[in-house]
């Protein structure tokens, strides 16, 4: 069987139309509730490294007029650059600043944000935003976020993050509105951080 064919046979949604409205609709409520763990239900198979929650995104949000930046872990494997290309028609590019979405295989190795499109004052909505896979939503330095979507402040834990996370998402805050988004996804589950928001480690 070829490539071609094997990535026919599944790896999509079993109901395109209706699976992309629920992921997508879950991606908004989570980029309005900053910090609130959402479950994305639709499963699907993909290759490895790529968890299901990051296919699912990009399923319901890649199309050809999206151009996708994967880290050097993902563009390491052939068959995820397959699976993307079949399944989304997004074209890959190697200039992050040209991404609408890029594709973070572990949080840990976050690149600088100013490597991607920050938008401009005119046109904030031309950034890149950012899936960023995790270990955890439950373990980790415990981080306070405030801002909007946010009533008085919460709180997440986030495997697998840099150590100056919170500072480089405070840079990011004081762009605004140009900045990135983050979706951070760990298996099928969900966190959005919008570049509104503003994150802190608690202090003990």
Known sequence: MTLHASLGS???FADPVQSSQSVFRGVMDALARPGSVHTIAEPVHTPSPMMSGTAAIALALFDHDTPIW??????????????LRFHTGAPLTRDASYAS????????????????????????DRSTTLVVQVDSLTEGPELV????????????????????????????RALFPRGVDLLLVCG????AMPRSTIVAVKEV
């Open 145 to 172: 976020l405030n801002g909007p979507g946010i009533r008085g402040s919460a709180t997440l834990r986030a495997g697998a993050l840099p150590s100056g996370f919170p500072g480089r998402m405070r840079a990011n």
């Open 188 to 191: 099928s589950e969900l966190v």
């Open 70 to 83: 994967m880290d050097d872990r993902f563009s390491a494997e052939l068959e995820i650059d397959a699976w």
């Open 101 to 124: 979405f890029a594709l973070i295989h572990g949080g840990v190795t976050l690149p600088d944000f100013e490597t991607f499109a920050l938008g401009t004052p005119e046109y904030p």
């Open 10 to 12: 599944g790896g999509g």
